[in-house]
């Protein structure tokens, strides 16, 4: 398997009771989706994508996220 290497930037990371940190970070777009078919025929009765998450982690940090503390729910931006 290859090591992807997302690319970085700077922005700030806010936390409740911290305070706010600007640094290098990277994101991680998850979008959900779901498939309601039949897989003897192949048939698809429904597909839909109601959502998609994004999460932000300090670009040092190798291992963990929002869960450890090195990372932050965030928005898409695009330009």
């Known amino acids: ?3 992807l290497n997302p690319l970085t930037v700077k922005n700030f990371l806010v936390w409740p009771f911290k305070e706010v940190v600007y640094d ?3 994101a991680e777009l998850g979008v959900y989706t779901f498939v309601v078919g039949n897989m003897q025929d192949g048939t698809v009765s429904h597909y839909a994508q109601p959502g998609h998450l994004v999460r ?4 040092s940090s190798n ?4 869960s450890t503390g090195t990372g932050a729910f965030d928005s898409v931006y695009l330009h």
């Open 63 to 66: 291992e963990g996220g929002i």
């Open 56 to 59: 932000t982690k300090l670009a």
């Open 24 to 26: 290098d970070v990277v």
């Open 1 to 3: 398997m290859e090591k």
